[in-house]
C-alpha cells in the first residue's frame, strides 16, 4: 500500500496477510541467514498457508497544523514519542482509541527519532486492541548532514545500525528480549523509488541498483543489531513500502 494519507479519518487500508514464518512472524521479507550478508526472499505459496489474518490499518502522521510551513518548523515527527501524548493517549484526544473504533486493528506510523523511548504508546496501543507498523525515518537515509547514505554510494549499514539498535533500547524491545507485542511490521524504507535517489525507478538501471542496495545494506544493518541485541522470540517483520 503506497498511500500517504496522515489523517485519523482516512479510509481503512485493508490487507490480508497469510501465514506464519517461524522465523519472522508472518509472511513478509525472511531471512535466509542471520550470519552473513542478508538474503531477502519473499514467503509465499505453501510457506504462508498456515493462516490468514485480516489487516485494518490506519496510517498516522497527526501534524498539528495547517499549513506546509508550520509543519516545516516541528522539531520532529515522531507521533510515538511522550511528547505528542496529548494526541494518541488518554489524556488528551486518545486517538488510538478513536482508530480502534473505526475498526482498525493496525496503525501505521512514519516519523522515528530513537532517541525518543516509544514504551508508552506501544503499551497503549496494545492496550486498545492496536498492532503497530512503524518504520524507519529518512533522517538516516538523505536528511543526515553530513553523512546520510547517499555519501556512502547508497549503502546505508553504518547509518541504520546505531538508530536501530537505539529503537531497541527505547521500547522495541521488552526486558525479556522479545519485541514488543504490539509491533508487527517494521518499514525499512518508505517510498525508495522515490528517493534512493531521486526517480530511482526512471532513470536507467543505476537507479534501481542504487535503491536496492540501500534497502538491502539498511535491512543488513538491522538484522546485525537484533543479533547483538540477542533479541529472542519470534522476531519483526522487516518490508520496504513503494509509492
Request: aromatic content about 8%; overall charge negative.
Amino acid at each position: 500500500v503506497g498511500d500517504e494519507s496522515v489523517s485519523t479519518s482516512a479510509g481503512l487500508v485493508a490487507m490480508a496477510v497469510r501465514g506464519a514464518n517461524p522465523t519472522r512472524g508472518s509472511c513478509g521479507l525472511r531471512r535466509a541467514s542471520r550470519d552473513s550478508r542478508v538474503l531477502a526472499v519473499l514467503a509465499t505459496g505453501a510457506s504462508c498457508a498456515h493462516a490468514e489474518l485480516l489487516l485494518k490499518g490506519v496510517s498516522y502522521g497527526p501534524t498539528p497544523l495547517k499549513t506546509q510551513e508550520g509543519a516545516s518548523s516541528l522539531p520532529q515527527d515522531d507521533w510515538m514519542a511522550d511528547d505528542a501524548a496529548q494526541m494518541w493517549g488518554p489524556a488528551g484526544r486518545f486517538d488510538l482509541r478513536v482508530i480502534r473504533s473505526h475498526g482498525a486493528n493496525m496503525v501505521r506510523l512514519y516519523g522515528n527519532n530513537p532517541d525518543n523511548d516509544h514504551t508508552n504508546f506501544l503499551d497503549t496501543a496494545w492496550g486498545e486492541g492496536l498492532r503497530v507498523a512503524a518504520g524507519m525515518s529518512d533522517y538516516a537515509y538523505y536528511q543526515m548532514h553530513p553523512g546520510s547514505c547517499q555519501s556512502t554510494d547508497f549503502d546505508c549499514f553504518s547509518q541504520v545500525k546505531p538508530l536501530y539498535q537505539k529503537n531497541l533500547q527505547t521500547g522495541f524491545l521488552t526486558p525479556d528480549r522479545t519485541y514488543h507485542p504490539a509491533l508487527l511490521y517494521m518499514n525499512i524504507l518508505n517510498e525508495p523509488d522515490l528517493k534512493m535517489p531521486a526517480g530511482a525507478v526512471n532513470n536507467g538501471p543505476e537507479g534501481p541498483i542504487k535503491m536496492c542496495r540501500a534497502i538491502l545494506s539498511a535491512m543488513d544493518a538491522m538484522l546485525d543489531a537484533e543479533r547483538e541485541a540477542n533479541v529472542a522470540g519470534p522476531l519483526l517483520n522487516f518490508t520496504a513500502t513503494f509509492s
